[in-house]
């Protein structure tokens, strides 16, 4: 498994270098973005596509391969592999089949924009990718925010507009995001705002939603609300995207008030807006 640059094809480790010229195939997302980054380094390579439609037909061939004794180098497009990138079912399936993963460490766009966003040394979580889709982004992020921590996101140009406008609706406009883009090529860009200025700053400049997006998105005002014990802020923000009895396990979670008072709380709460719609 072997990490590769995010952008600079300089950041690349003389391990990393040193596995991929001896690997008898090199198992790549893309192959042409590969051969672009084994021509920089003059390496010559066996290249076998290995990509999100065929990774698990993909892992079998692999580990034939390996069973005559040949070694393989998985690599994606950019970064470390199997985290938001193909990899896993290969890794799983040969460890199942007895044979040994090593892992080459490097470049990951997440670790990368957080040792640049100037955020205090916190808890934080990954989660990748958000939903596509509206309804299904916001259900995730009222669970994610609800959660204690500063939160690391990937985001695709065509959606990241939609994604912090749904970020403002769910966990509040007031929260601080970092905005990093380009990480390492030559229009890199980290920009520090509040959330509910997040789209109108991309939306003032097209070259702004242009390539690739790491968000960092600091703790949201119910989570510290919580931290002081006002569960019913807690429990409200949660009702508003989540089923009553998920909402209300969260909320005890955060708050650490007892299941029976919120879920009385929460009854309360969804009769009143049942009236209101009425």
């Known amino acids: 498994m072997v990490a590769t640059p995010i952008g600079n094809l300089e950041d690349i480790s003389l391990r990393a270098v040193n596995a991929l010229a001896r690997a008898d195939v090199i198992a790549a997302e893309d192959t042409r973005v590969t051969a672009r980054l084994l021509e920089h380094h003059h390496i010559q390579g066996k290249l076998a596509a290995v990509h999100e439609h065929n990774e698990r037909r993909a892992a079998e061939w692999i580990v034939e391969l390996l ?3 040949k070694k393989v180098a998985l690599v994606t497009d950019a970064g470390t592999p199997a985290i938001s990138d193909p990899g896993g079912a290969v890794v799983a399936r040969a460890r199942a089949s007895g044979f040994a993963v090593v892992p080459i ?3 990951n766009a997440a670790i990368t924009a957080l040792s640049a966003a100037g955020i205090p040394d916190e ?3 990954f989660a990748g990718f958000l939903p596509a889709k509206s309804t299904a982004r916001r259900k995730a992020l009222a669970v994610f925010g609800a959660l204690p921590y500063t939160l690391l996101f990937y985001e695709a140009p065509h959606r990241v507009v939609e994604c912090v406008e749904d970020i403002a609706a769910v966990l509040g406009a007031e ?3 970092v905005i990093a883009r380009e ?3 030559l229009f890199e860009q ?3 705002c509040v959330v509910g200025d997040a ?5 003032a400049d097209a070259d702004r939603q242009r390539g690739e997006f790491v968000l960092l998105v600091q ?3 119910f989570v510290r609300k919580a931290a002081e014990g006002d569960w019913e802020r807690v429990l409200a923000v949660l009702l508003a995207e989540l089923p009553l009895a998920h909402a209300v396990k969260l909320a005890c979670k955060l708050t650490g008030e007892k299941r029976n008072t919120v879920y009385k709380r929460a009854l309360q709460l969804a009769q009143h807006v049942k009236a209101r719609r009425r």
């Open 199 to 203: 789209a109108a700053w991309l939306q």
């Open 190 to 192: 980290i920009h520090h």
């Open 123 to 125: 808890p934080f979580l």
């Open 105 to 107: 460490p490097g470049p």
């Open 175 to 177: 929260r601080r995001i």
């Open 219 to 221: 703790k949201s005002v």
């Open 183 to 185: 990480l390492t090529k």
């Open 67 to 69: 069973g005559q004794g």
